[in-house]
């Protein structure tokens, strides 16, 4: 079976930086659009940042310019790098791949419902 493993998440005071992973297959790494979402306690879940099998990415208004997402090659990880965070951004951080994605491109948005295989989340929390 796929799976998709977060890891790197944590306590981090406002204006700090963290990076998230993403540890999957190669085949699912290099073949699918895949994303990062999160979700705050009683909000829905909400995307954040995606990246197709060519490297092209979009992400949501609230985090362009303060979040990267890449993916690692040698490692078959999926990386969200995350800086100037804010209290806001404290939410549990979800990595999914669209296994429908045809010929590796995302669809338009980000919506959660696009995508069908998730991990199990990572905790990020940013106090002020």
């Known amino acids: 079976d796929i799976q998709l493993v977060e890891s790197g998440g944590g306590l981090v005071q406002s204006g700090g930086a963290l990076t998230l992973s993403c540890a999957t297959s190669?085949?699912?790494?290099?073949?699918?659009?895949m994303g990062w979402f999160r979700q705050a306690p009683g909000k829905e879940r909400e995307g954040v940042a995606k990246?197709?099998?060519?490297?092209?990415?979009y992400y949501a208004a609230s985090v362009r310019g303060r979040f990267t997402i890449s993916k690692d090659n040698a490692k078959n990880t999926l990386n969200l790098l995350m800086n100037s965070l804010k209290p806001e951004d404290t939410a549990t951080y979800y990595c999914?791949?669209?296994?429908?994605?045809?010929?590796?491109?995302?669809?338009?948005?980000?919506?959660?419902?696009?995508?069908?295989?998730w991990g199990q989340g990572t905790q990020v929390t940013v106090s002020s």
């Open positions: 999914a791949a669209d296994l429908a994605s045809s010929g590796g491109y995302c669809a338009s948005g980000l919506n959660a419902a696009q995508y069908d295989l």
């Open positions: 190669g085949s699912t790494y290099a073949t699918y659009c």
């Open positions: 990246i197709n099998r060519y490297g092209n990415t």
